[in-house]
């Protein structure tokens, strides 16, 4: 099983950044996804989510407007465009994958920095 993030760097304030996360070794199309970052110094803080099929998704307040996360179950793959970008968004940036409703992650990849900084 693997969750592979791409995307990541140093963006100036008020630019864009397209994350990707590739899964392989498990029936991705059955997985909900999470993005969650970990800001420096501070702990695990939820992003957010898309439901297996793609027909619903969530925020977390602060980036709602700015981000947008999307699937293709074709390729295995979520991103997760991120606009607007603002200082506090800098973290390292990770995909999990969970059974939606079993309160628990179960495939996570090895997470992505991003900078926002001038």
């Known amino acids: 099983v693997q969750l592979v993030e791409s995307g990541g760097g140093l963006v100036q304030p008020g630019g864009s950044v397209l994350l990707s996360c590739a899964a392989s070794g498990f029936d991705f199309s059955t997985y909900s996804m999470s993005w969650v970052r970990q800001p420096p110094g501070k702990g695990l803080e939820w992003v957010s989510g898309?439901?297996?099929?793609?027909?619903?998704?969530a925020y977390t307040d602060s980036v709602l407007g700015r981000f947008t996360i999307s699937r293709d179950n074709a390729k295995d793959t979520v991103n997760l465009q991120m606009n607007s970008l603002k200082p506090e968004d800098t973290a390292v940036y990770y995909c999990?994958?969970?059974?939606?409703?079993?309160?628990?992650?179960?495939?996570w990849g090895q997470g992505t920095q991003v900078t926002v900084s001038s």
């Open positions: 898309i439901y297996n099929d793609g027909s619903n998704e």
């Open positions: 999990a994958a969970f059974k939606y409703g079993s309160g628990h992650y179960d495939y």
